[in-house]
DNA sequence: GATCTATGTAGAT
DNA sequence: TCTACCTAGATCG
């Protein structure tokens, strides 16, 4: 289930893992095999997220590039290993667990400066700490682009998804198809600010959650819901359902293919 | 068991 | 703007 946060849970639980000594890697589905075989049994230096983007550096052998996609899913379990079931893309065995890899819209062996390419078009990432927000605010203070489709561009933002547009646009109060020039630059500095803090929460808990307490179901006695993706959000996949704050049933539409919810009071054109 | 849907992206049109 | 990718959980019947 894949924001930026699960990203950077991954390459965090990746290095402690299996940086450091030899990995076996392998592909019992097939389609990763000719790299896994370059890799196998090779040290993994280090394991990093750049958005939704995972890397694994091998030094000069390579660097493995991994994007989830919708579907893509790690698991991991501690040793010793078993066969694998249904199709396992790429499977790791370190010193004390092994995971398998299913499902990637992206899974592949490249060069130190392909890796670099991806990382260069990539935006600022809420997650890390190199980014440099005024990069991001540059695309969006010149766009025509509305915010809600910013904020999902990857090149202007790394890591955002579906669930933290829809949440941060909330909770600061923006209409989300404001076009991004329209945008006070105090205003982003507080969608950044609190992108970082969301984004960080994600990280620690391996959800998202963007409740603020005094607007928890339980204390406002407005009707809980607990989404499929574990957290207590304010708008997110809530058509229809009232507002955690005002009470207003929480809209949607689609925009570029993808839902896009809000409340018309608490954001208003 | 069949169908629908999804926290995503690239490439074709 | 559309489709393909290709997985799993929820929902439908």
């Not at 392998?26 to 896994?36: L, M």
């Not at 052998?61 to 994007?67: I, K, L, P, W």
């Not at 010149?142 to 955002?160: E, K, P, Y």
């Not at 998202?208 to 499929?228: K, N, S």
């Amino acid at each position: 289930m894949p924001e930026g946060h699960t990203l950077h849970r991954l390459a965090r639980l990746h290095q402690r893992r299996y940086a450091g000594a030899p990995v076996r890697v392998s592909s019992p589905q097939g389609r990763f095999a000719a790299e896994a075989a370059e890799l196998d049994g090779r040290p993994m230096l280090g394991a990093e997220a750049y958005g939704k983007h995972l890397f694994h550096n091998y030094g000069p052998a390579g660097t493995v590039h991994v994007h989830l996609g919708l579907y893509g899913v790690f698991t991991e379990v501690a040793l010793p290993v078993v066969p694998p079931a249904g199709q396992v893309r790429m499977r790791l065995a370190g010193r004390t667990h092994w995971t398998d890899l299913r499902g990637p819209t992206r899974c592949e062996l490249l060069s130190e400066a392909e890796a670099d390419a991806i990382k260069a078009r990539l935006g600022p990432d809420p997650l890390r700490r190199d980014a440099q927000p005024q990069r991001a605010w540059e695309r969006i203070s010149r766009s025509r682009t509305v915010l809600a489709a910013l904020l999902m561009d990857q090149s202007v933002l790394a890591g955002v998804g579906n669930v933290y547009r829809a949440e941060v646009l909330f909770r600061q109060g923006i209409a989300p198809l404001l076009p991004g020039r329209a945008l006070d630059s105090v205003v982003w500095k507080a969608v950044w600010d609190d992108l970082v803090t969301l984004m960080r929460a994600g990280v620690r808990t391996g959800r998202i959650d963007t409740v603020a307490d005094e607007h928890l179901p339980e204390v406002t006695g407005r009707a809980p819901r607990q989404d499929r993706h574990g957290g207590e959000v304010y708008v997110y996949r809530r058509t229809g359902q009232p507002c955690l704050v005002c009470g207003t049933p929480i809209a949607q539409t689609e925009l570029a293919g993808r839902n896009l919810y809000w409340c018309p009071t608490c954001q208003p054109a």
